[in-house]
């Protein structure tokens, strides 16, 4: 593999290489289909002993590295952290990764974690919800749309899209996914893209279709239909929402 040759040049004139315990590749280039902007995504295991961190990207005759050099209990933290955030984007890397170098047992200790906390996140989900202050959100970035579809401003497709991804976010976690750009259109038409990703199904068809036809709409018209009945069926699917007598009471600090 001539990823495989390039590696092994960067590694070779790594600064830090003394304190390296453990390599690990992940992305296109482990899961499948790189393109020709795809890059080599290496994360380096260092010893625990050492208090630095680093990230940075190297090219290596026309390839891009992107290098991530922590010790293994940073790592962890990035895993805690993925998890509240309900990304598991580093959950995935060190999942689908393919080991390099494991000089004591530390990048399958790690790789193993990152397994067991993807399972677990699916098989003992918290109960989905929607609060009723993200469903005025919902409502009030529905408003400003339309108005913005009614008053022909030029800034249309730029608001939608900008409400359509905090709308997403705001499902997906919801349901307890993890939201991925990249690969929110791919979950729900193509069986690769979740394998890729470990990423399971949308529960929901109904919200999955117009989810679907949000992202691929073309014309403002159809933009804004469509946002309005994803809209429409987030809010049925947890209670329904109505602005009419909509109000949250609270301490000062609760609101």
């Known amino acids: 593999m001539e990823w495989r040759i390039k590696l092994d040049i960067f590694l070779s004139d790594f600064e830090h290489m003394k304190d390296v315990v453990g390599v690990m590749v992940c992305g296109s280039y482990i899961t499948g289909n790189p393109g020709k902007h795809s890059d080599l995504d290496v994360h380096i295991i260092l010893d625990n002993n050492v208090k630095y961190r680093e990230r940075g990207n190297r090219v290596i005759d026309g390839l891009v590295i992107e290098y991530f050099a922590n010790p293994p209990y940073q790592i962890l933290r990035y895993f805690d952290e993925d998890l509240t955030d309900k990304s598991l984007m580093s959950q995935v890397q060190f999942a689908t990764g393919e080991i390099i170098m494991d000089e004591v047992g530390e990048v399958a200790a790690l790789k193993e974690k990152a397994i067991a906390m993807i399972d677990d996140f699916y098989v003992n989900p918290p109960d989905a919800s929607v609060s009723e202050l993200a469903k005025y959100f919902m409502w009030d970035m529905l408003d400003d ?111």
Request: no cysteine; hydrophobic share 35%; glycine share 8%.
């Open 145 to 255: 749309l339309q108005d913005a579809h009614e008053t022909n401003r030029a800034d249309f497709d730029f608001l939608y899209f900008t409400a359509l991804d905090s709308l997403l976010r705001e499902y997906t976690s919801a349901i307890n996914r993890p939201y991925n750009r990249k690969a929110i259109l791919g979950n729900i038409q193509d069986a690769h893209v979740r394998e890729k990703y470990l990423l399971r199904e949308l529960p929901d068809e109904t919200i999955s279709r117009l989810i679907s036809g949000a992202i691929t709409a073309t014309g403002k018209n159809e933009k804004v239909n469509i946002y309005q009945q994803l809209t429409n069926a987030i809010w049925d699917k947890f209670g329904g929402f109505n602005i009419d007598g909509f109000r949250l009471k609270g301490g000062l600090n609760d609101l």
